[in-house]
C-alpha cells in the first residue's frame, strides 16, 4: 500500500517562503510522476506542479517562477519550494504520486497539508 506523508505546511506572511515535503513508503522510481495539487475552499482541487520519473517539470501558471518542485530519490521524497507566496496561495496542499497503466492513471494522495498565506 502506497503512503505519502506530507509536512512543511503552516502560516506564512505574503512575500513569505514555505518548503513542503511528501514522503513515499517506497521509492519515487516506481511511480510515472509525482506532485503537488492545491484545494482553497469553494474550489476545485488544482494542479500545482508535477514532476515525471525522468525529470520534466510542470506547473501552473499561478505558480510559475515562484515555486520550485524537486525530488530527493535516496529520501524517496519530493518537495515544493514555494516562495514570494501570496494570500491566494492558500490552500490545502496534497502531494500525489501516479502510476499509468495503458490508458489508465492509479493516482494516490497524501492527506494534505494547510498552507495560510496572511498578514
Known amino acids: 500500500q502506497v503512503q505519502l506523508v506530507e509536512s512543511g505546511g503552516g502560516l506564512v506572511h505574503p512575500g513569505g517562503s514555505l518548503r513542503l515535503s511528501c514522503a513515499a513508503s517506497?521509492?519515487?522510481?516506481?511511480?510515472?510522476?509525482m506532485g503537488w495539487y492545491r484545494q482553497a475552499p469553494g474550489k476545485q482541487r488544482e494542479l500545482v506542479a508535477t514532476?515525471?520519473?525522468?525529470?520534466?517539470?510542470n506547473y501552473a501558471d499561478s505558480v510559475k517562477g515562484r515555486f520550485t518542485i524537486s525530488r530527493d530519490d535516496a529520501k524517496n521524497t519530493v518537495y515544493l519550494q514555494m516562495n514570494s507566496l501570496k494570500p491566494e496561495d492558500t490552500a490545502v496542499y496534497y502531494c500525489?504520486?501516479?502510476?499509468?497503466?495503458?490508458?489508465?492513471?492509479?493516482?494516490?494522495w497524501g492527506q494534505g497539508t494547510q498552507v495560510t498565506v496572511s498578514s
Open positions: 500525489n504520486a501516479r502510476r499509468t497503466r495503458g490508458p489508465l492513471n492509479d493516482d494516490y
Open positions: 517506497g521509492s519515487i522510481f516506481s511511480f510515472n510522476a
Open positions: 514532476m515525471s520519473s525522468g525529470g520534466s517539470t
